[in-house]
């Protein structure tokens, strides 16, 4: 869909998935990294494969004025230079547009370019913080959490890509480019999803709910929502609902096939049931043995008998569960590209199915282009004179 | 309105869609100009509106819900009962209108109401729809329901979340269906941008799962390649020492971490026990990390009594990794958010004065703007069928008398 765009990315990590998102959707993304700089980390890999590699070193003036040359040609670049890092001065926007009216540039950084906190470090853990996300995350009254897996910067690009393209359809209508200015901080909010209207509305600051449900009874009975199992954990919460009785209905049921001791369970008119009327000493009861009964179930028994039986509740996944899901494999998810060592890696493909086919990723990780393949490609002459042919957009993927 | 031009100026948004990961893309395309007409019905309303707290004073309503504002600012808000022919009438006017399709409901529903795919590009050749839901639309666990919450756990989160011999913990909300709103708004505006170009639609089959997995892309292709399974950590991480959060003054915590040597030796000097910069237990990344438990100990001793604001801003003068963990109260006076002018109050008809989110990202030429709160229960049905699809008075009345709006 995008394969008529040239992408230059020079983005850090917080910016990495913007152009692996356009590359995906057919955009031939070109990652600039300096000489010598390691792209073998899991990250590197993992969010610029499908990208092109470009080794430009753009602290020198042969190399910035290579990256004049590219940037005519260029449809979008993503940057994340703080202000007053040296390179925003050659990457200021007024210059860059004068270049190329029609440059779309993306600047994804921890605070957005401008206010009294854009120059101020943060790294996955202050953008978490800023964000508001550890608030709302480990046990209540304890230390805030973040997700162990940096999320901040996948916030942060997801919203870059949006960005990018809501300006690219500007262009198409009217041939106009802009700044698009992207606050990962701003973005995390997005993670938080309806929290901040019970500040807004009440006055009340939600707050880190631990592993259990609360909040859903007037009597303020907590519900377990993680039950260990024979090799893991499982999620599982007794809602209430249409979808939430009958889940626990058929849990029951399913817990009677098994032969196993229900307990209050037994009793229970679960087209009645409402959690909001549940005191502990209830969800206590019933959750007795229910837990038993999970303690001897394996995570992929719980998925595979909770999705037959249309029960919602899933396991909780390790990268492991995740890599041997059936269903992914159903929908060929993975996609498998020479590593550095010519040994296969597998990927997460394209993360879209448009017109019933995934895309095939196009390059591995690190498939280097050199500046003047790239300028000829762009249909600029190696010496650097600019060609007077146009560029033949999208020719190359 | 006003005349500043927007960048989605004339985009046509239909939204067949409830609770968080479809109406989020229309949020998304509606602040910046695109016009997104949400569709439910009274039997129906969005989940949103009606099924989670908070509600105004208290008190649940289909106009009260704060849940169902936040995420459905600047849109119109059509009812329409898709049980009735009527009903599915209008909705086919409506594909017939839009550029773009947004749904998620469960797989083949859609297919059921006559308003799958297939229908929708007779009915509108360069239609482009998004189809976003749990598993996907194909693959053995296709029809399995779901809440994005525990689809969290699926997709690795909740396990990455977490003291490594305590259990796993919840993610706030429905976490991954904004990570598949926000690429589900990639895909379609990039499909947008082709049938601008070429005329031609697209289908988007987005699984909210597979969303998620990008968000642990390094991880996964990590156990791919080396075996090595990612657990959950606390707040460590294995490049930097200290890199924790700490509790301060008057019940605030403030994140904090080193990334150097250097920057060790700034933040020591900073909270005045300079003295730790010489000691041989945290001299280098290595042994701060294998002295971590002391190290921890020694800063939240150090930080007790002080405020997180004030030492969050002493840390950055001088240049040391460091923010207040801003609580939900927090982000509503953040000097940072409040500059980028992130939540905007407009006037809601239920509810009053509300606080609507703007957007992560700022452009430069084509502002976007939040352009009124979200939406009553069908209170755009007369606007939508006659002003934007041009229904005569007769007509809507006629289609009124056949219960299409019930």
């Known amino acids: 869909m995008l394969s008529a765009y040239r992408v230059l990315d020079l983005s850090n990590r917080v910016g990495w998935l913007a152009g692996r998102l356009l590359a995906d959707l057919g955009a031939d993304v070109i990652k600039v990294e300096g000489p010598g700089v390691a792209i073998d980390a899991p990250d590197w ?145 997005l993670a938080l999803s309806h929290a901040p209207a019970f500040w807004d509305m009440e006055g009340t600051n939600p707050t880190r709910a631990g592993a259990f449900v609360s909040g859903r009874s007037v009597k303020g009975a907590r519900f377990r929502a993680f039950w260990p199992c024979a090799d893991g954990y499982v999620n599982f919460v007794l809602y209430g609902g249409p979808a939430g009785r009958r889940t626990n209905a058929r849990l029951v049921e399913w817990m009677r096939e098994c032969g196993v001791e229900l307990g209050v369970l037994a009793q229970i008119d679960w087209m009645r049931f409402d959690p909001k009327l549940a005191s502990q000493q209830d969800v206590d009861d019933m959750e007795r043995p229910i837990a038993e009964f999970f303690l001897r179930l394996a995570k992929r028994d719980f998925l595979e008998q909770a999705s037959r039986r249309e029960m919602l509740g899933y396991p909780v996944s390790t990268v492991q569960d995740i890599a041997t899901d059936p269903q992914l494999g159903a929908r060929a998810f993975w996609q498998d590209l020479p590593g550095p060592d010519g040994a296969p890696q597998r990927h997460c493909g394209s993360f879209a199915i448009v017109d019933r086919v995934r895309q095939p990723l196009r390059h591995r990780p690190g498939t280097e282009i050199d500046v003047a393949s790239l300028l000829a490609e762009c249909g600029v002459a190696a010496e650097g004179a600019k060609a007077a042919t146009a560029a033949t957009e999208g020719q190359f993927v | ?145 779901g809440f994005g919450s525990q689809l969290s756990a699926l997709a690795g989160f909740c396990g990455l979340t977490g003291t490594p011999d305590g259990p796993p913990m919840l993610l706030y909300g429905p976490y991954i269906d904004f990570i598949a709103s926000t690429l589900g708004a990639t895909a379609v505006l990039a499909a947008l941008d082709g049938q601008r170009r070429t005329g031609q639609g697209a289908w988007i089959d987005l699984a909210q799962y597979e969303s998620g997995l990008m968000f642990v892309a390094g991880a996964l292709l990590d156990y791919h390649v080396s075996g090595r399974v990612a657990e959950r950590a606390d707040n460590r991480d294995p490049r930097a020492a200290p890199h924790n959060a700490y509790r301060c003054r008057d019940g605030a915590w403030l994140a904090l971490s080193c990334w150097s040597d250097d920057e060790f030796g700034r933040l020591v000097e900073t909270l005045g026990f300079p003295e730790l910069r010489a000691d041989r237990r945290f001299a280098t990344l290595d042994s701060r990390q294998a002295n971590l438990r002391d190290l921890d100990e020694l800063i939240a001793a150090g930080l007790r009594w002080r405020g997180a604001e004030e030492t969050a801003g002493r840390l950055q003068s001088a240049r040391v990794h460091a923010y207040p963990v801003n609580t939900i109260a927090d982000l509503f006076r953040d000097p940072q958010l409040a500059y980028r002018r992130i939540w905007r109050r407009r006037r809601h008809d239920g509810i009053g004065d509300v606080a609507c989110y703007f957007s992560a990202f700022d452009l430069s030429a084509t502002p976007g703007e939040v352009t009124a709160a979200a939406p009553g229960i069908g209170q755009h049905n007369a606007y939508v069928f006659q002003e934007l699809l041009g229904l005569s008075g007769e007509e809507y009345a006629a289609y009124q008398g056949k219960g299409a709006f019930q």
């Open chain 1, 45 to 189: 890999q993992a969010y610029n494969v499908n990208k092109r590699l470009l080794r430009l070193d753009l602290e020198t003036s042969e190399g910035r004025s290579q990256f004049d040359r590219l940037i005519d040609h260029v449809d979008i670049l993503i940057e994340s230079v703080l202000p007053g890092e040296p390179a925003a001065a050659w990457l200021d926007p007024a210059r860059l547009r004068q270049r190329n009216p029609r440059l779309i540039q993306v600047s994804v950084t921890p605070f957005g370019t401008d206010g009294p906190r854009a120059e101020w470090l943060a790294s996955d853990l202050e953008l978490m913080a800023a964000g508001g996300a550890m608030s709302l995350a480990g046990e209540p009254g304890e230390t805030p959490l973040r997700v162990t897996v940096p999320q901040s910067y996948s916030w942060a690009g997801a919203q870059a890509a949006v960005g990018a393209l809501t300006a690219l359809i500007h262009r198409t209508a009217t041939g106009q480019g802009q700044r698009v200015d992207v606050s990962a901080q701003a973005a995390v909010i």
């Open chain 2, 1 to 145: 309105m006003s005349a500043i031009s927007q960048a989605l100026d004339g985009v046509k948004v239909a939204e067949f869609g409830a609770y968080a990961a479809g109406p989020h893309i229309g949020k998304m395309l509606a602040t910046f100009g695109a016009t997104v007409v949400h569709v439910e019905s009274h039997q129906r309303p969005d989940g949103f509106r009606t099924e989670y707290p908070p509600f105004k004073d208290g008190k649940p309503g289909p106009d009260r819900s704060g849940c169902f504002a936040i995420l459905n600012d600047s849109k119109h808000a059509v009812t329409l009962d898709l049980k009735t022919p009527a009903g599915i009438d209008l909705a086919k006017r409506l594909v017939g209108w839009a550029d773009i399709v947004v749904e998620n409901m469960r797989p083949e529903v859609m297919d059921r109401l006559g308003l799958g795919y297939e229908t929708a590009r007779r009915l509108n050749p360069g239609i482009v729809m998004i189809s976003s839901c749990n598993m996907g639309q194909t693959g053995p666990r296709a029809h399995t329901p």
